[in-house]
């Protein structure tokens, strides 16, 4: 009974020892790791404040920028705090780059992302605000991470893609360069003096909004048959008001050729998309450039 009993009072004097050398150090490691998390907050915040008053830095990089210097805060802290209780951080550093490869094993498809992520936000094939159509999906980009897109379609719905799927499959950019085609079919008599009809309709082109001087709108016969002549407009805008462009000269070019006479009547007005194999599709071989 006299051994048992010391033996209980020298672990209990061992468990004293323990816990008044360890706690401190515990309770200072969990005050650093509570200050390192509000400072990368903190941080954050002050990252998103600082680069939302930045116009050079593209907003595109924005969310990249603010995660990597979050998590690098979080990594020093988590290693000061490992130290404090009296862990190795060389050998830490080993055992977590062996769990790191397993994990990296098990997760190819996350880190497929993580890749895809960064030639996405390297080569930059789309900015914030650009219209794409990707994988059967379209919608205006709204956000760029590591690991996924996030776009809002035309209806306002919300949709995340992951990064893998977008890198891997052919991409439409709808406001990348800096100008589309509207292209309109306007079937009328072909008895009608084709010059007046011609500048009527250049005239409404001119003063339809977002429509681009340069290369300027054109008018040519398309075709002649069955009493009917097809007379084709073509102008470039602006590529975010192209469907607004679009509807209006439909609307406007009706009532201007009406106010011509009745022989002037349009029968039909179609708007029409050229072919590929067309090059009044491309801006007469000049490359527009993103706008900034």
Same mark, same amino acid.
């Given at each position: 009974?006299?051994?048992?009993?010391?033996?209980?009072?020298?672990?209990?004097?061992?468990?004293?020892?323990?816990?008044?050398?360890?706690?401190?150090?515990?309770?200072?490691?969990?005050?650093?790791?509570?200050?390192?998390?509000?400072?990368?907050?903190?941080?954050?915040?002050?990252?998103?404040?600082?680069?939302?008053?930045?116009?050079?830095?593209?907003?595109?990089?924005?969310?990249?920028?603010?995660?990597?210097?979050?998590?690098?805060?979080?990594?020093?802290?988590?290693?000061?705090?490992?130290?404090?209780?009296?862990?190795?951080?060389?050998?830490?550093?080993? @055992?977590?780059?062996? /769990?790191?490869? +397993?994990?990296? &094993?098990? !997760?190819?498809?996350?880190?497929?992302?993580?890749? *895809? %992520?960064?030639?996405?936000?390297?080569?930059?094939?789309?900015?914030?605000?650009?219209?794409?159509?990707?994988?059967?999906?379209?919608?205006?980009?709204?956000?760029?991470?590591?690991?996924?897109?996030?776009?809002?379609?035309?209806?306002?719905?919300?949709?995340?893609?992951?990064?893998?799927?977008?890198?891997?499959?052919?991409?439409?950019?709808?406001?990348?360069?800096?100008?589309?085609?509207?292209?309109?079919?306007?079937?009328?008599?072909?008895?009608?003096?084709?010059?007046?009809?011609?500048?009527?309709?250049?005239?409404?082109?001119?003063?339809?909004?977002?429509?681009?001087?340069?290369?300027?709108?054109?008018?040519? @016969?398309?075709?002649? /048959?069955?009493? +009917?002549?097809? &007379?084709? !407009?073509?102008?470039?805008?602006?590529?975010?008001? *192209? %469907?607004?462009?679009?509807?209006?000269?439909?609307?406007?070019?009706?009532?201007?050729?009406?106010?011509?006479?009745?022989?002037?009547?349009?029968?039909?007005?179609?708007?029409?998309?050229?072919?590929?194999?067309?090059?009044?599709?491309?801006?007469?071989?000049?490359?527009?450039?993103?706008?900034?």
């Amino acid at each position: 009974m006299d051994f048992n009993a010391q033996h209980l009072t020298h672990l209990a004097d061992l468990a004293w020892v323990w816990a008044a050398q360890f706690l401190p150090r515990l309770g200072a490691a969990a005050l650093i790791l509570a200050v390192g998390f509000v400072a990368a907050r903190w941080l954050s915040r002050a990252m998103n404040a600082a680069l939302a008053r930045a116009p050079q830095v593209d907003h595109t990089l924005h969310p990249l920028l603010v995660s990597v210097a979050r998590y690098t805060v979080l990594i020093l802290v988590a290693i000061v705090a490992l130290r404090q209780i009296g862990f190795e951080t060389s050998s830490l550093l080993a @055992v977590v780059g062996a /769990a790191g490869l +397993a994990i990296g &094993l098990a !997760l190819q498809g996350t880190l497929s992302n993580i890749a *895809a %992520g960064i030639m996405l936000l390297w080569l930059r094939p789309f900015h914030v605000g650009d219209f794409i159509d990707v994988a059967g999906r379209s919608g205006a980009v709204e956000q760029v991470s590591l690991f996924t897109t996030r776009l809002r379609t035309y209806d306002g719905l919300f949709l995340m893609m992951p990064n893998s799927a977008i890198w891997n499959t052919a991409l439409t950019n709808y406001t990348r360069n800096g100008g589309r085609l509207v292209c309109i079919n306007v079937a009328v008599p072909a008895t009608v003096d084709l010059d007046q009809a011609r500048q009527r309709l250049l005239e409404v082109a001119a003063r339809t909004p977002s429509t681009l001087r340069d290369p300027p709108p054109v008018v040519f @016969v398309d075709n002649v /048959a069955a009493g +009917a002549m097809v &007379l084709t !407009l073509r102008i470039w805008t602006e590529p975010q008001g *192209a %469907g607004a462009v679009a509807r209006a000269i439909v609307e406007a070019t009706k009532r201007s050729l009406e106010t011509l006479g009745e022989k002037f009547t349009p029968t039909q007005i179609v708007r029409q998309t050229p072919p590929d194999t067309d090059p009044s599709r491309y801006l007469e071989g000049r490359a527009p450039v993103h706008a900034a």
